[in-house]
């Protein structure tokens, strides 16, 4: 624990202890059932990473309502029924320790519906959304507030707003897809206006003792995207609205798959320079830094430099769940690395698959698709891919 004192120092978000620096970032691997009802394998996965020694766990990607599910194995908190399986699964994370955060999203045009929802009929794929009118925004608005106070309700510490990976609400701040002529289009005022009429409507739902953290994307990392000169004065807005931290990520779907970006993220800390500028923006706001941070020397530097206050790990958690407790000297063993050259868990749910690592140990893998019903030779084919 002396190597990386900073990591594994405590720090007070909103009111809530956390006993160090380690956060799992969302991490989406389409465990949910098909009704978007949490299962076993859901909670299992969840135990897990909560036994990580990591301080708090955010669940990621939870619908706010039936027209913004990006996956047909995406929880869901869009009605009271979903409520029994969120409550074990806060308990379940809690019950290991940690805090437990729940993120609420609304996919928007990148929804798998037939019909989707955006600011602008901005094409998609062979999708053309449909522009959200008046009674759209009404009843997205009220979704993620209804959403919210489920996720309140259901026992979780803190919920978490997805304005990141090119969703909904980075839909009408950017103006590459934002192409309205109304009050919700062309300055960047208006481009923020929605989705800060969601974080305030949220706020308004859970009350003022409840923390409301906001997954942030700084930059889309495209050539006519959204870039940190506008994001860095949506986050002085957000700070405004006092929400309890910055969880800062950059690119897009329109992004991910780019040679330059691919490039870049196989690059160790490759987001820490962007949650940097936007921890400078907003300095009175704690911010969370992502992106393939592998080493926790990485780590102890992000924050011993003051690019970030706390660490977010996801597919390097997914690798290896002991990542944190290796970290600290809990275990001799080292840590199992996230392969850059890999991205077989991306592959696995883009195609509607639950996820799995090309690290894990053979016997895992094993018993892990076994419990899928999913013969060795079918996921042969997608690690050979």
Not at 134 to 159: K, M, N, P, Q, S
Not at 219 to 225: K, S, V
Not at 364 to 369: D, I
Request: one cysteine or more; charged letters at 25%; glycine letters at 8%.
């Amino acid at each position: 624990m002396a190597d990386y004192p900073t990591l594994f120092s405590p720090f007070r978000l909103n009111g809530l202890e956390l006993s160090n620096r380690i956060t799992m970032a969302p991490f989406y691997a389409g465990y949910a059932h098909a009704d978007g009802t949490v299962s076993p394998l859901l909670l299992d996965h969840y135990r897990e990473m909560a036994r990580s020694g990591a301080a708090m766990i955010v669940v990621e990607n939870i619908g706010v309502h039936e027209t913004g599910l990006g996956s047909p194995f995406m929880l869901r908190a869009d009605h009271d029924r979903y409520l029994p399986g969120l409550e074990r699964l806060a308990r379940t994370i809690q019950d290991e320790g940690a805090v437990a955060a729940a993120q609420i999203n609304h996919a928007g045009r990148f929804a798998y519906t037939p019909e989707r929802l955006a600011p602008s009929p901005f094409q998609t794929g062979e999708v053309v959304p449909r522009e959200m009118d008046a009674g759209d925004l009404e009843t997205v608005r009220r979704a993620y507030a209804d959403a919210a106070r489920r996720i309140r309700d259901a026992g979780f510490d803190l919920v978490e707003i997805h304005g990141g990976t090119g969703y909904l609400l980075v839909q009408f701040l950017s103006a590459r897809t934002n192409r309205r002529r109304d009050a919700y289009g062309g300055s960047l005022e208006n481009r923020m206006r929605f989705p800060l009429e969601v974080v305030e409507a949220v706020r308004e739902a859970v009350g003022p003792g409840y923390p409301v953290g906001y997954r942030f994307l700084a930059d889309e990392c495209l050539p006519d995207g959204l870039g940190v000169e506008e994001t860095a004065v949506y986050a002085v807005e957000l700070e405004k609205r006092r929400v309890a931290y910055l969880s800062v990520m950059a690119g897009t779907y329109d992004s991910f798959f780019l040679p330059d970006y691919l490039a870049r993220e196989k690059q160790q800390g490759y987001m820490a320079d962007f949650a940097a500028r936007i921890k400078k923006a907003a300095a009175g706001t704690p911010v969370i830094a992502a992106g393939r941070i592998q080493d926790p020397e990485t780590a102890e530097a992000i924050l011993t430099e003051g690019k970030a206050d706390l660490i977010g790990l996801a597919r390097v958690l997914f690798a290896d769940p002991l990542w944190p407790r290796k970290a600290k000297g809990e275990s001799a063993e080292p840590i199992v690395r996230c392969e850059p050259t890999c991205s077989l868990c991306m592959k696995r749910v883009m195609k509607g698959k639950p996820a799995f690592c090309s690290q894990w140990p053979k016997e895992k893998r094993e018993a892990f698709l076994a419990r899928c019903n999913e013969s060795p030779a079918e996921a042969e084919k997608d690690l050979a891919e």
